[in-house]
């Protein structure tokens, strides 16, 4: 790994983090929230955000390691706890997967314009998904290229679509209306659901972390591009949630609206700029997935060679990248594009990836008591970096990012009255979520057992 060492600088560091935590798809679906959001995002980037940047960079800098998140709570709270933590931090992986894949056959049917069938839908989503997977199982030294153009890409698009979004609003008149009262929140059912696609933009910095091993000096860089990088990601975010509600209706927009859907809605039509942007967003797609593999498959692999995961996720290629993992995330995200057709909700998308987003949110609810027992219980271990603030402070800075994460669950995963809106839209999720916990149980539990 020595190589990769000398070549993952903090310029990729910090652009990598711009990659993974800086997700375009789902700029629409927060816009669709409507002019509460700037309340959200600044609540959020406040009270979420930071601190989970903060205690990200403590976690990363003492512990170092390609374990990541699972080091980390498994050290605070034993194997088992650690192979629950890898278990849904993995499983979200493939099911996004697979929603960006039927993502990426619906963007490419629209600007190209070509009408798939079932079958070349299908064939479209596993291409995509075999490529992720073949690319993802590179070491990052090779692929941080792909990194570092989808950087400037995601770039370029959040630029564009803030700027047309300015130049609408100018020339034709603002979209909505934003009256201070309109920037207060709606506490309401759907509104506070909407949460979690704003909660899901901001992680991923512990995917940094893993990068450790191929960092020059990681103690330094790790929180220089937490810092750096969340702050572009916040500018970015902020910037095209203004844009998209200063030129599109809110009620134009949805939960599944899609990025191109909004390029269109403000242009009037189908254009050689929509048709870049398009082939952009396609690539944006693919690099997306490419780098939160580097992270995710790491942390499998390392549950697996400590007897929590199958040894199938420790399976390594001779250059020591866990394929095992890789080949399972194409296995999992084949079978259920496969099976999307067969599903009565035709909006494949935002129900792949509520389910997502759902247990990745769960695999972080243990990261912040896994931090205050880590403070308490190893006191004397080396910290490069600290969060400051007294231990009132730092209770505070814990637990309130827990209890936003919690909330957020509760309100996107479980109907919370009888209507039958709220029933159809959220039962699935739940059902899926109990699925996904009960079969992660047995397999930690088996395989601790068996030794597999």
Do not use: C
């Amino acid at each position: 790994m020595e190589s990769g060492k000398r070549k993952f600088r903090l310029f990729d560091a910090v652009l990598m983090s711009v990659v993974v935590i800086l997700v375009v798809e789902s700029a629409a679906p927060a816009a669709a929230i409507g002019t509460s959001q700037f309340f959200w995002w600044i609540f959020l980037l406040i009270l979420f955000f930071l601190p989970y940047g903060l205690i990200s960079s403590e976690l990363g800098t003492s512990y170092t390691g390609e374990g990541g998140l699972y080091d980390w709570v498994k050290q605070a709270f034993g194997p088992r706890w650690g192979g629950r933590l890898a278990w849904l931090y993995w499983i979200n992986y493939p099911i996004w997967m697979a929603s960006l894949a039927v993502l990426f056959a619906q963007v490419s049917g629209t600007i190209f314009k070509i009408k798939f069938n079932t079958f070349t839908s299908i064939l479209v989503q596993l291409i995509f998904v075999w490529f992720v997977v073949i690319i993802g199982n590179k070491p990052v030294s090779e692929s941080k290229w792909i990194m570092n153009v989808a950087a400037f890409a995601k770039i370029f698009t959040i630029l564009a679509l803030a700027g047309l979004g300015f130049y609408v609003a100018v020339t034709k008149g603002v979209a909505n209306d934003f009256s201070p009262h309109n920037f207060l929140p709606e506490l309401n059912i759907n509104s506070l659901s909407n949460l979690s696609v704003i909660v899901f933009n901001f992680l991923g910095f512990e995917v940094v972390a893993t990068m450790a091993d191929d960092m020059d000096n990681p103690k330094k860089q790790i929180p220089q591009a937490i810092i750096y990088g969340g702050v572009l990601i916040a500018f970015f975010y902020l910037l095209s949630a203004f844009g998209m509600s200063a030129a599109i209706p809110t009620s134009k927009l949805s939960s599944s609206s899609g990025l191109l859907d909004s390029f269109i809605l403000m242009i009037g039509k189908m254009n050689w700029f929509v048709i870049l942007i398009g082939v952009l967003f396609l690539y944006i797609l693919i690099s997306e997935m490419v780098s939160w593999a580097l992270g995710v498959n790491y942390v499998a692999d390392y549950a697996a060679k400590d007897h929590v995961l199958p040894s199938v996720f420790g399976k390594e290629n001779y250059k020591g990248m866990p394929v095992g993992t890789g080949y399972l995330n194409g296995l999992i995200a084949t079978i259920l594009v496969i099976i999307a057709p067969l599903i009565p909700n035709q909006d494949i998308f935002w129900a792949f990836f509520s389910l997502n987003v759902i247990a990745l949110l769960m695999s972080y609810t243990m990261m912040f008591p896994a931090f205050l027992k880590l403070r308490k219980a190893d006191s004397k271990h080396e910290r490069p970096f600290k969060v400051p603030g007294n231990k009132a402070l730092i209770t505070l800075m814990a637990w309130i990012p827990e209890i936003i994460l919690i909330v957020t669950i509760v309100f996107t995963a479980i109907p919370l009255n009888s209507t039958k809106s709220e029933i159809d839209a959220k039962m699935p999720i739940l059902i899926g979520t109990l699925i996904t916990l009960i079969s992660g149980e047995i397999i930690v539990r088996v395989t601790e057992h068996k030794k597999l």
